[in-house]
């Protein structure tokens, strides 16, 4: 049986994050899908989100481990499931089928401190994102030097419910809202944690379980700054030097 702990707060931050839920009518079926960056994000599928998803529901709904997937370019990686059995993630653990539009923060998430961290954890390291700017105050900016870390969503209800969260964990942030002049894209509503205390906070706090965010947040511990365009590979053999 699917149980209510972190490790499944945690998977209902990232199915909100990069995951899909969708009805597959014409085979009267439920599928689930979770897929990344098949270079910045495979670390992570391969070494948390796989292991995760395979102790938490497919030994007990199945008892075998989940299938990957790939797109024909290489340029996406995940897991898939097809089956009636996955409607438990919806009727249980709260993950919406469908549209994810106007989402909100089970229930049974919000009554545990711990089940938030896991929850933040997840849908940061999903649609998360950690960015270093110039410091434009300084006469002769060279590096990288400010960091943010940022969230965006289409759910207002989602981020005003995370926002509370952090509230809770003494986490500072702002809120910023874009609507599109295309309307082809929806509106969307961001939470931004800008500066080092914040970040840093985050990370003691919340934490990530993504080494595309965990090498960036080092590098720029380390040496105070982060070049923007380096990938995992060149982060990881960075800190490996001294």
Sequence with gaps: ????????AELVGLSFGDGSFTSR???????????GNASED??????F???????????????RNVATICDKKGNCFGISLESKKIQVLNSFLGIPIGIKNNLHIPEWIKSSVEYQRAFLRGIFDTDGCI??????????????????????LCSELLIQEISNILKGFQIGHD????????????????????????VSKWFKDIGSNNPKHITKFEIWKRFGFCNPRTTLKERESILRSN
């Design 175 to 198: 809120i910023r809202e874009y609507t599109p002049k295309n309307r082809k894209w929806q509106k969307s509503y961001t939470i931004r944690l800008a500066g080092g205390k914040r």
């Design 25 to 35: 009518k014409e085979k009267d079926l439920l599928r689930f899908q979770l897929r």
């Design 49 to 63: 989100i796989i292991p995760l998803f395979n102790k938490e529901v497919m030994a007990p709904l199945f008892n």
């Design 42 to 47: 495979k670390k992570h599928y391969d070494g």
């Design 131 to 152: 960015y270093f700017l110039k410091n434009n105050t300084e006469k002769n900016p060279q590096f990288h030097k400010r960091v943010c870390i940022t969230i965006t």
């Design 1 to 8: 049986m699917i149980k209510r702990n972190e490790n499944t």
